[in-house]
């Protein structure tokens, strides 16, 4: 059992679920059915993966970069008492071809000057570099290899990053768009993009 200490410590380097997160697991949950098989990029807490494998019966993996993440998805899980596999991973480098019906990803957007970034692990989770597309530019390009013919990416995008780029780009890589969610706040509009072959 982590004691309280360490779960903070874990708070500081693990993003934490919030409006963001939220809104891309009730998409995905809208959007997942049972014995679906469901690849949660960048998984953080593991907030969204456990929530769509709890409330859909899907076979949910969840993967991040972040090692600290890892650890808090799974023991997130384990006291949730939700089956979930966790892998470290960078993006979808590991997983096999056609593997997933559903790929869910709330990546690092927001726009941050390159040279004023930290190296730790929460700068990892939050940056996306100056334009803030830094991430989801690489995840467009090699998401369409994991996933099964029918398959669906759910893509949280903020206003922030441009959303008519990242649809250029997921175009570019034969994707058809369509906006399933969507939250307005005074900074931003969050939306969660499904994303199809065309």
Known sequence: MTDLADRRGLETEVYQPAED????????VEAVAAGDRVLDVGTGSGYVAGTVA??????VVASDLNPHACRQA??????AGVDLDVVRADLVAPFRDGAFDAVLFNPPYLPANEEAERDDWMEVALSGGETGRAVVDPFLDAVGR??????VVLLLVSSLTGVDEVLARAADRG???????????PFET???QALRRD
């Open 146 to 151: 994991v996933l099964a013919p029918s398959g």
């Open 54 to 59: 709890a409330e859909t019966g899907a076979r």
């Open 190 to 192: 969050l939306t969660v």
């Open 21 to 28: 997160s939220d809104l891309l697991a009730t998409a995905a």
């Open 74 to 79: 799974r023991e997130r899980a384990a006291e």
């Open 175 to 185: 994707f058809a768009a369509e906006t399933v969610a969507e939250e307005s706040f």
